[in-house]
């Protein structure tokens, strides 16, 4: 089986049942992240795998600590024995470290950040899908996640703190695309 063939599977099979929802957002993060293999070459691979399994933290099944990016990187490390670099993405995806409050240390030493150019290619994935998998701006998926959780929660907090730096990376990713040659196709 394909790296991206068992990250789908193990998303499957911890989100599916019990997170419905989630795994429709999963769905359309991987299905974005398929979109950017023009400007990933030999990360494209990498980066969709780490769509499917970046949310992964969610399920019943792995919550420990409560904070899903930590939980969902512990579990890829420490039961499925994922790469390193995998981890590391899916512990910081879309700037997981404004939200990881007394587990900021904890984050930090047990997976460093990934390098700049896939920490903003998962971000770009993530923060433009909606929770059913729908593709939304990267405003829309603020003001929504905000509504969702309501002002003074903890996960509004970071993403409002976050915003700029959210918003930079989604901007840099979609700067890359539009960089991209148009190819026509031929019949």
Not at 153 to 180: G, Y
């Given at each position: ?43 494209a ?6 769509a ?21 990187a512990?579990?890829?490390?420490d ?38 150019h ?70």
């Amino acid at each position: 089986m394909t790296r991206t063939g068992w990250a789908e599977t193990t998303a499957r099979n911890l989100l599916k049942a019990p997170l419905p929802r989630r795994w429709a957002h999963t769905q359309g993060v991987a299905a974005t992240a398929r979109t950017l293999a023009g400007i990933l070459g030999d990360d494209a691979d990498l980066l969709i795998s780490a769509a499917w399994l970046h949310d992964i933290g969610y399920s019943p099944a792995l919550a420990a600590t409560g904070f899903h990016p930590l939980d969902g990187a512990r579990y890829l490390r420490d039961t499925e024995h994922a790469g390193e670099l995998l981890c590391r993405l899916v512990a910081h995806h879309s700037c997981a470290i404004n939200g990881a409050a007394d587990l900021a240390s904890d984050l930090l030493t047990e997976f460093p950040p990934p390098p700049g150019h896939l920490a903003d290619a998962l971000t770009y994935c993530d923060m433009t899908t909606g929770p059913d998998g729908q593709t939304m701006t990267i405003d829309q998926r603020i003001a929504e996640i905000i509504t969702r959780y309501g002002p003074g929660h903890l996960v509004s907090r970071a993403i409002t703190t976050s915003a700029p730096d959210l918003t930079a990376a989604v901007s840099r990713v979609a700067h890359l695309l539009s960089a991209q040659p148009v190819t026509q196709s031929t019949r």
